[in-house]
Structure formats: structure tokens, C-alpha cells
């Protein structure tokens, strides 16, 4: 019966170990500051600026439809309305 005991002591005592170690990891990893966003000032970047608007589709001098382009992700990228 101590036998027992004692082994379902150290699983008790090894588990805690565990979550304390995962805990401590979790703790140091919401330390570190977030990612910082890239830099979106390149040319690549820029070419899609002259995108940016809205904008009314036709065709054969008819409206089909009208398109919002707007940066977002601080400039990162361009959201399409359709």
C-alpha cells in the first residue's frame, strides 16, 4: 500500500512539474512584444496606392456595378468592395 502510494505521489508531483514548466513558457512567451508590422513604403507597395478610390464599372456605357478599393493593414494590402 505505501508502494502505491508513493508512486501516485511522484505522478502527482512530476505532472505538476510539467504544468508548471508549460505555464512558465506560456508566461514568457506573452512577454515578448507583438510582431511589428513590415515595412510598406517599398515600390511594390506603392503601385497599388494608384488603385486606391472608388470606382463605377460599365459596360457598353451601362453601370454593372460600382468597386471600393481601400488600404487596410496600414498599407500593407488593399481591400476590394465589389
Known amino acids: 500500500m ?3 502510494f508513493g508512486m501516485i505521489h511522484t505522478a502527482v ?3 505538476s512539474l510539467i504544468g ?4 512558465n513558457a506560456a508566461a514568457e512567451e506573452s ?3 507583438p510582431a511589428s508590422m513590415p515595412d510598406c513604403n517599398t515600390a511594390k507597395h506603392q503601385r ?6 472608388s ?10 456595378g460600382r468597386n471600393t478599393l481601400s488600404p ?7 481591400r476590394e468592395d465589389w
Open 2 to 4: 505505501h508502494r502505491s
Open 31 to 33: 512577454k515578448k512584444p
Open 55 to 64: 470606382w463605377i464599372v460599365t459596360e457598353d456605357g451601362k453601370e454593372v
Open 72 to 78: 487596410v493593414f496600414g498599407d500593407c494590402a488593399v
Open 13 to 15: 508531483l512530476v505532472a
Open 20 to 23: 508548471s514548466s508549460a505555464m
Open 48 to 53: 497599388l496606392r494608384m488603385l486606391l478610390g
